[in-house]
C-alpha cells in the first residue's frame, strides 16, 4: 500500500508540474511576440499556454469579474497596477517591455511625417479605442503633439484593440493608421504595406506591465524576463532595459 502511494504521489507531481495549462490574458500588441514565446516555453517545460487576445482595458475587466487568468499580460502599467491595488494580482506589477507606435498604411502613400494624414486622398484612419487600449491613448496624444488632431479627427476609424485597428489597416478599410512596431514586425505582416516609425518625444513611453494573478503561471512568469524572451521581445520591436 506505501509502494502504491508513493506510485500516486509521484504521478501528482509530473501532472502538476507538466500536465498543466497556463492560461494567459494578452494586450493584442503583444499577441505574436508572446505566442512564439509560448512557444519556446511549452517545449522546454511541457506545459500548455493557453492566449487569450483583446485589448488592456477589456481583459482588466474580465479579471475584475473572475476570469480565471493566471497572468495579465497589460500594453501599460495602468491596469495591472490597478489589478494589484484591488487584490487580484500576487505581486506588484512589473515593466517587461516599452512598446513603440508606427503610423502604417498598405495603399500607395508615402509616409513621410504624420503629417500626411491631413491630406484629402487619407479619408479614413484606424486608431486602437483610446478609453481600452494604451495604443490608442498614445494615438490621440500624437495626434495633439503634432497638432493636427482636429483636422483629422472626423477621420478616425476606432478598433477596439490594436490588433483589430490594425486589421482595417491591413484590409484597406483604412488608408493609413496607427499601430505598434510589434505587429508590422510581425510573421503574419512583415513586409506588408509601408510604415515610419513615430518620433518617440510625441507621445509617453508606453512601458507595458506583467502581473501575477495565480500561483499557476509563475513559472510563465518567471520567463518572460530570461535572456531568451527578451531576445524575442527585441526582435518584435520592443525595447528592453537590460
Known amino acids: 500500500m506505501k509502494k ?5 504521489l509521484i504521478l501528482l507531481f509530473f501532472y502538476n508540474s507538466y500536465g498543466k495549462t497556463i492560461t494567459i490574458a494578452v494586450s493584442a ?3 505574436y511576440a508572446i505566442k512564439e514565446i509560448a512557444s519556446i516555453f511549452e ?30 499580460i497589460s500594453a ?30 498598405m495603399k500607395n502613400i508615402p509616409l513621410k511625417s504624420v503629417k500626411v494624414l491631413t491630406k484629402d486622398n487619407i479619408k479614413r484612419i484606424a486608431v486602437p479605442n483610446p478609453k481600452l487600449a494604451p495604443y490608442g491613448k498614445a494615438s490621440i ?22 490588433s483589430q485597428a490594425s486589421l482595417y489597416i ?18 503574419k505582416f512583415k513586409n506588408k504595406g509601408n510604415w515610419i516609425e513615430i518620433d518617440r518625444t ?8 506583467v502581473v501575477l494573478l495565480r500561483k499557476n503561471g509563475k513559472l510563465f512568469y518567471q520567463f518572460l524576463f530570461t535572456k531568451e524572451s527578451k531576445e524575442i521581445l527585441k526582435k518584435y520591436g520592443y525595447q528592453i532595459n537590460e
Open 4 to 8: 502504491f502511494s508513493s506510485l500516486v
Open 141 to 162: 496624444e500624437i495626434l495633439k503633439n503634432y497638432k493636427i488632431y482636429q483636422k483629422v479627427k472626423n477621420k478616425l476609424i476606432y478598433g477596439e484593440s490594436v
Open 43 to 72: 517545449k522546454k517545460y511541457n506545459i500548455k499556454v493557453s492566449e487569450i487576445v483583446s485589448s488592456s482595458g477589456k481583459l482588466a475587466n474580465q479579471i475584475i469579474r473572475g476570469a480565471p487568468f493566471d497572468i495579465f
Open 202 to 209: 510625441k507621445y509617453k513611453p508606453i512601458a507595458q506591465g
Open 76 to 105: 501599460d502599467m495602468k491596469y495591472p497596477q490597478f489589478l494589484y491595488k484591488k487584490g487580484f494580482a500576487l505581486e506588484k506589477p512589473k515593466i517587461y517591455a516599452y512598446g513603440i507606435v508606427v503610423l502604417w498604411t
Open 170 to 187: 491591413y484590409k484597406g478599410l483604412a488608408d493609413a493608421g496607427f499601430t505598434a512596431k510589434s505587429i508590422v514586425l510581425a510573421p
Open 29 to 31: 500588441n503583444a499577441e
